[in-house]
């Protein structure tokens, strides 16, 4: 007879869809659908377990998407081939926020190495001309979660999931 697996869904007041651990480290995607993004969420731990770092990166959901694509059909792959070296940025995205006079810049990288890299930084940053940021300082924040390949297939595999049910239910309601 097959072991079958019963999966409880629970509501997530933090709307964590997936989430992964590392050395010392989070990862955690988010849905935050209602404003048009996926969070990508990177906390570094020290030996206590304590949080020393934590680093939130939006992604606009078409942009995640594609990123989703990419991983799952092998793109990314062949990308960090392409370039000979033993880790290879196949992934980045950049932003920041403003609150008050303060500027934070933020980038979130993917690297394709022995294991992906998931790699958030944190500066000060300025707003440049056309509306979006810039660095404006040396990082002042960094952390890194490394995974798996069946881990980053994962993430992707949620991402789509977790928007085709998003697109549903807004349909359904309509």
């Known amino acids: 007879m097959p072991n079958n697996t019963i999966i409880e869904i629970k509501k997530n007041e933090n709307n964590v869809i997936f989430e992964t651990?590392?050395?010392h480290s989070r990862l955690e995607l988010k849905n935050a659908l209602s404003i048009g993004k996926f969070v990508i969420a990177l906390q570094k731990f020290d030996e206590s377990n304590k949080q020393t770092a934590f680093i939130s990166a939006y992604l606009d959901t078409d942009v995640a998407l594609v990123m989703a694509n990419d991983i799952l059909s092998g793109k990314y792959v062949r990308d960090a081939a392409k370039t000979g070296s033993d880790i290879a940025e196949v992934f980045k995205s950049q932003g920041g926020s403003q609150k008050e006079d303060k500027i934070i810049y933020r980038d979130l990288t993917i690297s394709k190495g022995r294991l992906w890299m998931f790699k958030a930084q944190e500066c000060p940053g300025k707003v440049v001309e056309k509306g979006g940021y810039a660095p404006?300082?040396?990082a002042t924040t960094t952390v890194s979660v490394g995974v798996s390949n069946e881990t980053i297939k994962a993430i992707a595999l949620m991402i789509q999931?977790?928007?085709t049910a998003y697109r549903t239910a807004?349909?359904?309601?309509?």
């Open 161 to 163: 999931a977790e928007y």
């Open 136 to 138: 404006a300082g040396a």
């Open 170 to 174: 807004q349909l359904l309601q309509a």
């Open 21 to 23: 651990f590392g050395n």
